[in-house]
């Protein structure tokens, strides 16, 4: 399985729910999948995807967040699944492509390979999935419907040639249109 | 006679900023310890983390104020360029001023040195903060959060544990 591949499974179960995307790859596929207002691309400050939905989470009971998050992005701020795991918000939903490197600059590794991001879930009061293949995924996406507490689905995906287009949005653009879509349906 | 950080405290309660997000630091103690008694600040494990999670509150419609000091404001200069000033994400930051002094200890006195041409570098409108003019100052803050801009106010460390 590839990113985009399985992303576009993830977002078959999405309709307008907010989705923080991270840097790089993960918001480009994101941006070719499903061009939407809810989308919080993020260009830069790479790490903090899962930040941004904490806060938005916090602030949005009533919403289930999604983050769209990397490997190589989450090992980058480990931190914040411990700050999730204190403040307990039950509507984040933090969804991990997991291809043990970081491709958008080209492919290094990660250490993902021999460290289970989803244990770090597991201490910090995530329930917490591991997918490989497309079948456990939809499964998993069926079941989380009914979960209520932080839900992290780290899915292992291999390497991919496929590049998306880049986010051709300006970012304060971005962020306006997230920012009424938040406020619609409050 | 109430410290003025726990005054800076009330103030910006009281002007609608609802979030009190940060890493610990000596020098903003009185503040920081005031907003625990109150249960309104969230304690983060790094300053980058805290100013992701008040940059996805302001994102909500709720105001953020992010409190570090100025060792960690150098950790933050990447997200604050490329998340709060890319997005115009308006955050007031606090930042307690280590190596204000020269005789403070010496892992400050660079950052301590750099920090009033770091924050003009990075164009982050900034004032310093005291007991006189704290009001000001802090009336300057909220003025440019409402004009969707972010900004910083520095208390000084004007004493030695």
Known sequence: MIRKEVMKIVLDHIDSQPIISANGFISRDLFELKEKNSNFYMIGSMGLASSIGLGVALKNPRKRIYVFDGDGNILMNLGSLVTIGYMRPKNIIHIIFDNQSHESTGGQPTASNKIEISKFGKICNFKTFVVSNTKSLKNCLRQIKKINQSIMIVIKISKSNIQSQRVSLEPEFIKNRFMDSLNEKK | ?161
């Open chain 2, 1 to 161: 006679m109430k410290p003025f950080q726990t005054k800076i405290f009330d103030f910006f309660q009281k002007h609608d900023v609802e979030n009190f997000i940060g890493v610990p630091d000596s020098t903003l103690k009185e503040f920081i310890s005031y907003g625990l008694k109150k249960k309104k600040i969230i304690v983060t494990t790094r300053e980058e983390e805290a100013i992701g999670i008040a940059s996805g509150m302001c994102l909500s419609g709720s105001s953020s104020l992010v409190f570090m000091q100025n060792a960690g404001f150098a950790n933050s200069l990447s997200t604050i360029t490329s998340l709060v000033e890319l997005y115009k994400i308006p955050i007031i930051f606090l930042i307690g001023w280590r190596g204000y002094l020269k005789d403070d200890a010496p892992e400050h006195s660079m950052i301590g040195k750099i920090q009033p041409d770091l924050l003009k570098i990075i164009e982050l409108p900034t004032k310093t903060l005291s007991s006189n003019n704290w009001k000001k100052s802090c009336e300057w803050a909220i003025k440019k959060i409402q004009n969707n801009a972010s900004c910083a106010l520095i208390v000084k460390r004007e004493f030695h544990d």
